[in-house]
């Protein structure tokens, strides 16, 4: 995922336990996620796209929420992919004046857990070479930097394939949903 | 949400006037699409979908908002057609009726054309880069420009010469989007007679040069009409052209030689065209100094007659992408390291011994070349099957082996085994050739390739030779030419496990938290490469001694052969050094609990499989686990690496083999910054052994100031 870079903007004063969580919850949540990552990052995603993500696996996705105010998101996918099943971050953004409080930490954490649950073997993500801090952030939760993928975003940068192996345990496979073209190389 | 979005802008964008441009065929009329898509709209509610079982993720990243500019790469930006844009007046010929104007314009168009070559040639497709000129996309109208026709022919020729040098390259897909020439005039007719062209035009202006040039010491004028009307501007004029020409232009014939002088004259008309930039910024009114860095003209104005967005349909159906185009001075930069690239390529001696051209290889890629000039050296290397289209692969396999002149014609080359192995070999030297990235993913793979064609080499020998060794010669020699190539393919598949490790520094694949296990792995690796490195020494020196029978073994002889050889010595120099950084990173997060990293979901165990997963699968080296790795760090204590210092014994194998290498400047000054490495960690672990435990201020970082993959460990308080 590719993040747009802008100048940092005015911090908002808040406790961390005014923060809520909430799993995605229908079409309402939508536009909500749509408009985040629209600001933040500058790939370009159809509709399809984010209906295709959070159609199959709503319970994958998270959203943060400010006094009302959606301040963060997280849109993820698992599947099969070479014989072992794997989650994918497809999307990450807390905006601006909420960054650097934990609120990314806890999204992809609540992701992360669902997937673990699910049976997943192992969770991939694509992190631009530059992006300092999702590299950080997802060092942290346990990801290495398994490839780096050679002008990946066509503008001439450079991305990593982040993976995170869960410990061996007896592995309950779910049936899969969908395809997984994606994270492919 | 926004399917209604798009049947709005669809009915929005029917006015009739444009369309017309695109005309109904026999088969298709034009029809307004706008009830349909309403009563589409209607029967479906929010988040519904009709679509095929084969909708896909990719099925949806590549589905368009049509009208999202994000998106929608068929959206007109100004013009339906080149025609249009053409009809518009967009690229006249002539560029301008006052004939200065019209060469300062044609200036432009070369620069930008160049710009546009290096934006190509550094990852943007060609649509976009050099086809976003019009006069390029039709070249028979500036048939009547002669200037601007063969400098066009002759970049499309280029072009098209490019992009077939990268396509028989062809590794992989950082060179699609290079080669993808879908639906763009790249095949022109006559276009060998471009240089023909190129040539005349040449011709005529320096001829105006030279009239110029007398004129302007009062002598006699010919009849030769000037390149322009500015009698003044006209030497400038004819100086900045010429270099431009001659830049474009190739000799005739060939060979490495050629090329080399070729490229040196390339090198030297670049620099007269970086030199002109001064007098065509004089002559051009319009241009600000501040921003002249990112202009793509050496003029500094906007070229005439381009226009991107014409064909950014071709590139259908990704999402338009914003290209920004070299300015005109990195294209010059780009150029001239290209240039450097190839004339380094061209300089090399084609040695028929591998390792020497493995070692070329991995010195050309830290120079960093772009795709152009490694397509060219992999061209180089591999053709026709042979190494440098002249030395047959077994050739070149028993040469590394260190086998005698004369294996190289035995009848062992047709064993399937052996051919396999020859493909492995041309594989290697095609991946080595490729970018960093892409080239230790492949590495890694390959790996298990050389395990696999180890063991059925071995139990081939091990059919035909297991009974107890027979006496015919020529079972001896066949034997023979086994042990050597199985001792160098273990080499060579250890040379290759160390490539993958090292390269991970280079793509900054580890974290520092990684780097102890990282330094073991290296460690375990480089011992395998050392010793059978050694054995392969050691069995052709036994190979050699039987051949000749007669001579004594001369005290001399044994002393040399007793002796380590230098390139082991080498190795074990990179050994301490692997040893003493995982040690001392071992006992740093043993004793002083730093450079842990413990996380939510896994351990570092899980991290080792990551890691190593693709070595461990080859079982390079054989009995290497995470169990293994925590055995021999769990221990790792200041007290025992103080008595025991691992850099020092580097430092002083660096300083012993130097001599060894004194005509071999790639290694001395390898050596040179072991050794700083070896120095600096050695000051740094007696530091932290004296105060390191009792003092929990001290910092500790790792930093790659001295060579590119073993770090130094940097000691400073807090
Ligand atoms: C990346 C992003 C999601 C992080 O959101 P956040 O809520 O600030 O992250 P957190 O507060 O949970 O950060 C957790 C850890 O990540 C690291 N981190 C986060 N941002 C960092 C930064 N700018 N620089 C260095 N480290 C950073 C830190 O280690 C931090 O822990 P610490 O605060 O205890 O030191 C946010 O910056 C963002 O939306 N960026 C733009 C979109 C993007 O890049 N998405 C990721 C695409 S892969």
């Known amino acids: ?185 | 949400m926004a399917d209604k979005a798009v049947s709005e802008e669809a009915s929005m964008e029917g006015h009739a006037p444009k369309l017309a441009s695109i005309p109904a065929s026999d088969n298709t009329v034009w029809a307004d699409a706008t009830p349909l898509l309403e009563a589409a709209c209607q029967g479906l509610t929010d988040g519904e979908l009709i679509h095929g079982d084969n909708f896909n993720l990719f099925a949806a990243m590549s589905a368009l908002e049509i009208m999202d500019p994000k998106m929608d790469s068929g959206i007109v930006c100004r013009y339906y057609s080149i025609d249009e844009a053409i009809e518009n007046g967009v690229a006249p010929i002539p560029i301008s009726l006052d004939s200065t104007v019209d060469v300062q314009c044609t200036i432009d168009i070369m620069d930008h054309l160049l710009a546009c070559e290096a934006a190509w040639h550094t990852g943007h497709s060609l649509a976009q880069t050099v086809f976003s000129c019009i006069y390029l996309l039709r070249l028979d109208r500036t048939a009547s420009h002669a200037l601007l026709h063969s400098y066009c022919r002759v970049t499309r020729a280029t072009c098209k010469a490019v992009v077939s040098v990268v396509s028989d390259a062809r590794t992989h897909e950082e060179e699609d989007l290079f080669t993808m020439t879908y639906g763009l005039p790249l095949n022109g007719d006559g276009d060998e007679k471009c240089l023909s062209m190129l040539n005349t035009v040449e011709e005529t202006i320096s001829r105006q040069l030279r009239v110029c040039k007398a004129a302007s010491s009062k002598r006699s004028s010919v009849d030769l009409e000037p390149l322009q009307s500015n009698p003044n501007l006209e030497e400038g004029f004819c100086k900045a052209l010429l270099c431009r020409l001659r830049f474009r232009k190739r000799p005739q014939g060939r060979g490495l030689e050629l090329a080399r002088k070729h490229i040196a004259s390339c090198i030297s008309e670049l620099e007269s065209i970086l030199n002109s930039a001064e007098f065509l910024r004089s002559c051009s009114a319009e241009s600000c100094e501040d921003d002249i860095e990112d202009k793509t003209t050496a003029s500094g104005r906007e070229p005439i007659g381009f226009d991107a967005t014409l064909n950014s349909r071709l590139s259908a159906p990704t999402p338009p992408r914003a290209i920004k185009i070299l300015s005109w001075k990195k294209a010059i930069q780009y150029f001239l390291k290209l240039l450097r690239h190839l004339d380094v390529i061209c300089s090399y001696s084609l040695d028929p011994n591998l390792e020497s051209l493995l070692h070329f290889v991995v010195q050309f890629q830290k120079s960093q070349p772009d795709l152009v000039s490694r397509a060219h050296l992999q061209l180089l290397l591999v053709q026709d099957g042979k190494l440098y289209g002249r030395d047959p692969i077994f050739t070149v396999i028993t040469k590394a082996s260190a086998l005698p002149e004369a294996a190289k014609n035995h009848d062992i080359q047709k064993n399937e085994y052996i051919v396999q192995l020859g493909q492995l070999v041309m594989n290697l030297l095609k991946i080595l050739c490729t970018n960093a990235a892409w080239q230790r993913r492949k590495l890694g793979k390959i790996l298990q390739d050389w395990r696999v064609i180890y063991v059925q080499l071995e139990l081939a020998f091990r059919n035909e030779f297991g009974e107890a060794s027979s006496s015919s010669n020529d079972e001896n020699i066949r034997m023979k030419i086994f042990q050597h190539i199985l001792v160098w393919v273990e080499e060579q598949t250890y040379w290759i496990a160390f490539r993958f490790l090292m390269l991970g520094f280079e793509l900054e694949l580890y974290s520092a938290s990684e780097y102890c296990m990282v330094y073991w792995y290296l460690y375990a690796v480089l011992i395998k490469l050392a010793e059978k490195t050694h054995l392969k020494i050691a069995v052709s020196h036994d190979t050699a001694k039987r051949k000749g029978k007669k001579r004594k073994d001369s005290p001399k002889e044994l002393a040399r052969e007793s002796r380590i050889p230098p390139v082991v010595l080498f190795l074990q120099c990179y050994i301490c050094l692997a040893e003493g950084l995982t040690m001392m990173l071992a006992a740093l997060r043993n004793e002083i609990m730093v450079l842990q990293s413990p996380s939510p979901f896994n351990t570092e165990q899980e991290k080792f499989i990551q890691h190593f997963e693709l070595l461990q699968r080859a079982c390079i080296p054989d009995h290497v686990s995470y169990p293994s790795f925590k055995e021999s760090t769990t221990h790792a204590r200041f007290s025992t690496l103080a008595m025991y210092n691992y850099f020092k014994d580097a430092q002083r194998i660096a300083k012993e083999v130097k001599s060894s290498f004194s005509n071999d400047p790639d290694r001395l000054a390898e050596l040179r910054r072991l050794e700083q490495v070896a120095e600096h960690n050695s000051v740094a672990l007696n530091l932290i052994c004296r105060l390191g435990a009792l003092d929990p201020s001290l910092k500790v970082s790792f930093e790659f100031s001295h060579h590119p993959f073993f770090a130094t460990a940097v000691v400073r308080r807090s």
């Open chain 1, 1 to 185: 995922m590719k993040a747009s870079s802008k100048e940092e903007e005015e911090k908002v004063e808040f406790e961390e336990g005014e923060i809520e969580y909430v799993s995605y919850g229908g079409e309402h949540h939508l536009p909500l996620i749509m408009n985040l990552v629209d600001q933040e990052l500058s790939e370009p995603y159809s509709i399809f796209t984010y209906r295709y993500f959070v159609y199959l696996w709503p319970q994958l996705s998270f959203l943060a929420f400010h006094k009302g105010k959606c301040v963060g998101t997280v849109v993820c996918k698992m599947g099969e992919h070479r014989n072992t099943y794997r989650g994918y971050i497809a999307m990450l953004v807390v905006i601006k004046p909420y960054r650097g409080r934990g609120i990314a930490t806890e999204l992809v954490t609540r992701s992360i857990k669902m997937m673990m649950e699910s049976g997943c073997e192992e969770v991939t993500l694509e992190a631009e070479v530059t992006n300092k801090g999702a590299l950080a952030l997802y060092g942290r939760l346990g990801f290495i930097r398994a490839k780096r993928l050679f002008h990946y975003y066509l503008n001439g940068v450079d991305a990593f394939r982040l993976k995170l192996l869960f410990p061996r345990q007896e592995v309950h496979i779910e049936a899969s949903h969908g395809n997984n073209d994606l994270d492919s190389t």
